[in-house]
């Protein structure tokens, strides 16, 4: 099983934002206001929200590294 961190662009009320290009200045768009980066792949329902998206690239890399220290001590 292979995790993956993703970060994703959320609106004020907490949705993802999937609005790209000329969506994003569409009605539908209620404007970003943060990201949130969720552990995809497996049953891990790890997420975490923020205002910076690098930061929370961060925290999903040491969140990626606490899944492999898991799986080694378990060889
Ligand atoms: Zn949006
Ligand atoms: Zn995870």
């Known amino acids: ?3 993956v961190a993703t970060v ?3 609106h004020e009320d907490g949705t993802e934002c999937t609005h790209t290009g ?4 569409s009605s539908e768009c209620t404007g ?3 990201y949130r980066a969720s552990c995809t792949g497996g049953t891990c329902a790890w997420t975490k929200t ?3 998206s690098s930061t929370l690239a961060e925290d ?7 899944h492999l ?3 080694a001590g378990r060889r």
């Open 22 to 25: 000329p969506d994003k200045t």
């Open 32 to 34: 970003r206001t943060g």
């Open 1 to 3: 099983m292979r995790f």
């Open 50 to 52: 923020g205002k910076r």
């Open 69 to 71: 220290t898991a799986s």
């Open 60 to 66: 999903g890399t040491t969140h990626l590294a606490s």
């Open 8 to 10: 994703t662009p959320v």
